[in-house]
């Protein structure tokens, strides 16, 4: 998952310079949202083969993809054939994350499990911290083909991990697919408003983290370099509410006050002095690093123990499909014929109306 995480950063970063040299500036968001549509699309699947024969298989059918995607973007010599190994990079990460959230569910009770999850979403902004400067680095010296390989390394090590996973016999049939057992766990109220709360996740998180170097590279003029390390404190921020999330599970404060301060954070990012766009990219997130770790916890708690991977599979879901449809449809701004300012700003403000039912759908509710 840290692979992910670098890969992401790094095509944050880099993507401006892909869609200029493979001509194709209209197809920027679909180098971020084909990888998360493809994720999406997989991941009911994964999960449900995940809880059926345990994560172990999983998790090594998901690494071969991914590595097989990594491979193949290197020499694509077009956005089609650049988007369609993102695709399969997606249906990897479709794989890997329901067994490695399940993995997670097996092994620890409860309370170990939110110390976990955060733990586990900071090893994610790490990797995202690292991937920002490699992208910036390899965009604007070697070029951003070589840089694409720098995920490789964690990618086989993952593998060689793997066999420490929980697995299980096969049952009978174990390749049926199962529609009534895909839809079960959405019939839960609880789990389908969590659901839509990670969907919002995702369009924010993953939209900040496209967008800002667009931001910084379009508004500011910097060059790609410079920009990855100023977006340097959104991924920090990220960091810091990750690795806070899981001390302050039990606090009823903690979501509705994480999604306000995301609100209040994203419309500073527009201005123009760079300090002040420094403090409100950390300030974003932090808040968005806080609410993704507890909505696994949330929703792995209210479900059945035997279901834990298409539980996380449902938070994955939701965030994929908010982050995979989302930031596609957060580029149609750049395409209104708008100058680029006033595009930017229409994108973030949208981002921010987001965090704002994030925070409604936080706040305590009568029943």
């Known amino acids: 998952m840290a692979a992910s995480g670098i890969m992401q950063t790094l095509l944050a970063n880099a993507t401006p310079r892909i869609v200029d040299e493979l001509a194709a500036p209209e197809l920027y968001g679909l180098v971020a949202g084909s990888y998360l549509i493809a994720s999406t699309v997989t991941l009911p699947l994964f999960a449900q083969y995940a809880d059926r024969l345990g994560p172990r298989r999983i998790f090594v059918i998901g690494h071969l993809c991914f590595v097989i995607g ?34 997670l569910g097996l092994l620890l009770d409860e309370q170990a499990r939110a110390r976990a999850f955060s733990q586990l979403a900071v090893a994610q902004v790490v990797a995202n911290v690292v991937g920002g400067p490699i992208g910036g680095w390899f965009t604007d010296g070697p070029g951003w083909r070589p840089g694409l390989l720098t995920v490789l390394p964690l990618s086989l090590t993952s593998l060689l991990l793997a066999t420490s996973l929980p697995t299980a016999e096969a049952p009978p049939q174990w390749w049926r697919v199962s529609l009534r057992e895909q839809f079960d766990l959405w019939r839960i109220r609880s789990l389908r408003r ?30 790609a370099t410079t920009a ?63 609410t993704f770790p507890l909505l696994l916890l949330d929703i792995q708690t209210a479900a059945p123990q035997d279901r834990l991977a298409q539980a996380g599979a449902m938070a994955q879901l939701g965030r994929n499909a908010g982050a ?3 930031v596609p449809a957060l580029s149609l701004w750049l395409l209104a014929g708008m100058p680029t300012n006033r595009a930017l700003a229409a994108v973030f403000l949208t981002m921010s109306l987001a965090t704002v039912l994030g925070l409604a759908a936080a706040l305590p509710h009568r029943k």
């Open 228 to 290: 990855g390390w100023l977006l340097a404190p959104a991924l920090v921020g990220i960091g810091l509410g990750t690795a806070a999330s899981g001390r302050l599970a039990d606090r009823s404060w903690t979501r509705p006050v994480s999604w306000a301060l995301a609100t209040c954070c994203l419309p500073l990012v527009l201005l123009p002095h760079l300090g002040v766009v420094a403090i409100a990219l950390m300030g974003a997130g932090v808040g968005i690093g806080v």
């Open 324 to 326: 995979g449809l989302g």
């Open 70 to 103: 990594t491979i193949a973007m290197v020499p694509a010599p077009s956005m089609p054939a650049f988007i369609a190994a993102r695709i399969m990079q997606g249906v990897g990460a479709g794989a890997i994350a329901p067994a490695a959230l399940a993995s």
């Open 194 to 223: 969590l659901a839509g709360v990670a969907a919002l996740v995702g369009l924010v998180s993953l939209g900040l983290l496209t967008y800002a170097p667009l931001v910084l590279q379009s508004l500011h003029g910097l060059r």
